[in-house]
């Protein structure tokens, strides 16, 4: 490879590179914008009391927050631990 | 029926007291009559960048708080009789400006002017609130760099949930992308953001691609709003921006790199 072409390619990257990055952030900052902002709070206490009962992780609770015209949706997404035979 | 537009951006330093002060020239040439307002309250520049900073005698906050009239606090320009700037307050008092107040202002406006070009300051606090709040029309000048793209999608936000349109649910503040300070020699090289990936992270209709120009210091340098220097790219820039917003079909230029700078770098004819 020629000192040009490393050049050429390695400058190529860093636009790409700045598009997909936005690409994610935005995606992701768009989707929390309309959240009402007792939302992380709520997220917290849930996961709180879903860990009384169940051995779950910290990020096996998700919560989303939807608007469209004439509804407002709220999912809540817990994903349980693999079955374990308990105490046998 | 009178527009305001408003010229935003979120990030600062982007170019939208250079964009306000030649789209509101160019809409005045065009024979419309233009106010330009500057809610830069405390760091007022729009009176520098128009040629008119030693005409200032009242400003925003002295109309608001009924110490001047509207026509008093107008400043005629000197280049185009269609053309008035309204200068922003150097007070330190962030407070100055309210919502009633400024609304109560372009109501009057509204009454005599055509178009009315609110130059926000950058961030989103009270000053960039107000100077979109009663918008019909958002230019987003953008520049071709992570966080100013980031920042303009923030604003996106904020024109659609806490404008008075939003508010009232009425028909949302049209938004329009002004790409700015562009240089196609560098997205060639893979260095920049280009014209395309820039869309397809906002969508947003593309006004105009504004170049990376001398012209613009030049510019400022003597107070001229750029679309008066009409030999120059981004005052050419300026002025399809303006045709365009105004509904004219204006081909999209400068977003090819210049062959001239090629034929100069590699020494070809
Ligand atoms: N197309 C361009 N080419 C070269 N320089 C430019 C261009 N547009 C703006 N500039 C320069 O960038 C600087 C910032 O421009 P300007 O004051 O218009 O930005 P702004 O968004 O109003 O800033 P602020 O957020 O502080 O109000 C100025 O020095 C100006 O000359
Ligand atoms: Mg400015």
């Given at each position: ?5 490393y050049?050429k ?9 700045a ?13 929390s ?12 206490e ?5 860990r009384?009962y ?26 349980l631990p ?7 | 029926m009178?527009?305001?537009i ?12 250079t ?15 233009t106010?330009?307002?500057?809610f ?37 320009d ?16 962030k407070?100055?400006l ?8 372009l ?6 002017f ?8 950058a961030?989103?606090?009270k ?18 760099e992570?966080?100013?793209?980031r ?7 904020i ?6 349109r ?8 049209k ?8 240089s196609?020699?560098r ?37 001229m ?33 210049d ?9 070809g004819?």
């Amino acid at each position: 490879m020629s000192l040009l072409d490393y050049f050429k390619i390695s400058k190529e990257s860093t636009a790409s590179l700045a598009k997909e990055r936005l690409q994610i952030l935005v995606a992701h900052e768009r989707s929390s914008r309309n959240q009402p902002s007792y939302l992380p709070q709520m997220q917290k206490e849930l996961l709180e009391v879903i860990r009384k009962y169940i051995n779950v992780g910290q990020d096996a609770i998700s919560v989303s927050f939807e608007q469209d015209e004439d509804q407002e949706t709220l999912e809540l997404n817990i994903v349980l631990p693999d079955l374990q035979p308990k105490n046998t | 029926m009178a527009r305001i537009i408003v010229v935003t951006s979120g990030k600062g330093g982007v170019g939208k007291t250079t964009t306000s002060a030649a789209i509101a020239m160019g809409l005045a040439k065009k024979g419309h009559k233009t106010a330009v307002i500057d809610f830069d309250v405390g760091l007022r520049n729009l009176d520098l960048i128009m040629g008119c900073e030693r005409r200032v005698v009242y400003d925003f906050v002295n109309v608001i708080n009924g110490e001047a009239t509207l026509n008093q606090a107008l400043i005629r320009d000197k280049n185009c009789n269609q053309l008035y700037i309204l200068p922003a307050s150097q007070t330190r008092d962030k407070d100055a400006l309210s919502q009633e107040g400024v609304g109560k202002i372009l109501d009057e406006l509204k009454k005599e002017f055509k178009y009315i070009v609110c130059d926000s300051p950058a961030g989103i606090e009270k000053g960039a609130h107000l100077a979109m709040y009663y918008a019909d029309d958002a230019f987003i000048v953008t520049n071709p760099e992570v966080s100013s793209v980031r920042d303009s999608d923030r604003m996106l936000g904020i024109l659609s949930s806490k404008s008075r349109r939003a508010e009232l649910n009425e028909e949302p503040i049209k938004e329009y992308l002004l790409l700015s300070r562009y240089s196609p020699d560098r997205v060639k090289l893979g260095e920049m953001l280009s014209v395309e990936d820039v869309q397809d992270i906002l969508s947003l209709h593309l006004l105009g691609v504004i170049p990376e120009s001398k012209s613009v210091l030049n510019a400022s340098n003597s107070g001229m709003p750029v679309i008066l220097d009409e030999k120059s790219d981004a005052g050419q820039a300026y002025a399809d921006i303006v045709d365009r917003y105004l509904g004219e079909d204006r081909p999209h230029r400068f977003i090819d790199e210049d062959k001239g700078f090629f034929r100069k770098l590699f020494g070809g004819k």
